[in-house]
């Protein structure tokens, strides 16, 4: 296949995926790895796709779109930093005994942890549509949903108004963030905030699922203060800094080995 023919099966392809991996692809053209990283490159240059780790996006078309949050959309963060939130998935489901009533927000690294859960009798309240697809399939776990407008591209359902979540309450309220910082657990977008606050009146503890990266990391909206915070799963790359951060503020901090 030449180069010209290779491109165009490329964006092909993602018209009709808004992201693959680099092995997908490599076998979807019966080509090796290094010739399509190669492709990829002119690609992205020319603006015509967005590079992520592992693999390749499709550009955003800003002209046809819904509502818009401004974080980015669930396939291409899911593909950021797996092998951590696959590790703190699996250790964050250590906090359960197997009946709890339970919320998980919407999110790349709570999907890891729902896919963790065992079918043992939780009942569960979230925004996520993957985890409802997750859920739904489980004969043992109840599966509620929060109303208001579904935002396909970040797979999320999120209320505009006050009262949309149901009579719920949880024994813990899981959740991941766009940061963490000694003001408090950060987000990006205000939607995601007004949500999110629902869910914290609604919990006895509140955990926060997020990888090492994140205490990097800043947003323009804080989520709720750090001493808000019950626990923080992250993975083993967290530094001494961020450790010190979260014990000063009385956060308990369980690590996940990679």
Known sequence: MLRHQRHKAILQYLEENESLRLEQL??????????????????????????VR?????VKDLSRTE????????????????????AIG???????????SIIINGGTTTYHF????????????????PVVDIVSRQ???????????VFHHHMLILGHLHGETPNFYGDMFFTGCQGISPWGIMEGDPLLVHSEEQFIEKCDKLVVLADSSKFTTR???????????DIV??????TEESKKMLKDAGVELIIADL
């Open 219 to 229: 947003r323009s909206m804080i989520m709720c203060p750090l001493g808000r915070v």
């Open 139 to 149: 004969l043992g776990n109840r599966c509620f949903v929060m109303g208001g407008e």
């Open 54 to 58: 592992g693999g390749v996006a499709r």
């Open 233 to 238: 799963v992250t993975d083993s790359k967290i």
């Open 114 to 129: 729902a896919q963790q859960l065992p079918d043992t009798g939780f009942t569960i309240l979230t925004n996520s549509l």
């Open 90 to 100: 699996k250790k964050a489901v250590e906090l359960l005994t197997g009946q709890e």
């Open 67 to 86: 509502s818009r949050l401004v974080t980015s959309p669930f396939s291409d963060e899911r593909m950021k930093n797996e092998d951590c939130k696959a």
């Open 26 to 51: 490599s076998t979807m053209l019966d080509i090796s790895e290094s010739t399509l990283r190669r492709d990829i490159i002119m690609l992205s240059d020319a603006k015509k796709v967005n590079k």
